[in-house]
């Protein structure tokens, strides 16, 4: 059971989709390596550019994926600029996050979008802040947070497996910038689980107002019977 669903009322009742186990997660990761051709940064732009043009969605994941990146970016507080110019950790975050949404087909077939954000931490810090930059930190540690739940819903299989492929297709050799793909791979991947659970929720929902509707039926039609054989 994925880290965050437990404690839920069994999400697979009544005919629901069956949540992703760590094997699940692990296959998922080499399958789409290996549909996309992914094994650089080059690739891993080249499969971003293809999703795009033939997935309206991925687009709003990419829109996502850029403010998320933003977000986690570090600024330097004397320069009130980014500290690093050529926006590594943007960007290592924005393939993550792109990778992760890459990989949704082969996790949850085609019941979760890839733009599935309900319950995402915000995106924007209120006009009126009066610190906009602790704000900013604040807010980067819960998308990584966020992310951090996701990947430990993943499992230690297939945390491996994107660290490997990270150090690939991140072009920075810092291992603090290359992790940041794992957690953008993370935070798609917990709000990919939490749209599979609402939808099983919701199709149980659906499953038990049937069998309630068919009971009252059967009770109608007993009802009737007993009726003409003057029961």
């Not at 891993?44 to 994941?61: E, G, K, T, Y």
């Not at 947070?145 to 297939?158: C, H, W």
Request: include cysteine; charge should be negative.
């Amino acid at each position: 059971m994925p880290y965050h669903a437990l404690g839920m009322t069994n999400p697979n009742i009544y005919g629901g989709v069956e949540l992703p186990d760590e094997k699940k997660y692990l296959e998922a990761i080499r399958e789409t390596r290996e549909l996309e051709g992914i094994d650089s940064p080059d690739s891993m732009d080249d499969a971003i550019d293809r999703a795009m043009a033939r997935r309206p969605r991925f687009v709003r994941l990419m829109q996502l994926a850029k403010a998320v990146g933003t977000i986690v970016e570090h600024v330097d507080r004397s320069t009130l600029s980014y500290a690093d110019e050529n926006h590594a950790t943007a960007i290592a975050t924005i393939h993550g996050m792109a990778f992760g949404g890459l990989m949704i087909p082969n996790v949850h077939g085609s019941i979760v979008s890839p733009d599935a954000f309900d319950g995402m931490p915000p995106i924007s810090i209120p006009e009126d802040s009066k610190d906009f930059l602790q704000e900013k930190q604040e807010l980067a540690g819960r998308w990584l947070e966020y992310g951090g739940i996701g990947l430990a819903d993943m499992g230690k299989p297939a945390q491996d497996e994107l660290e490997e492929l990270e150090g690939k297709v991140v072009i920075s050799g810092d291992p603090l910038i290359q992790r940041k793909f794992r957690f953008g791979c993370g935070i798609v991947a917990h709000a990919a689980l939490d749209a599979h659970i609402a939808y099983n929720e919701r199709k149980a929902a659906q499953d038990r107002l049937q069998l309630a509707n068919m009971l009252n039926s059967q009770q109608e039609i007993d009802w009737d019977i007993s009726k003409l054989l003057g029961e």
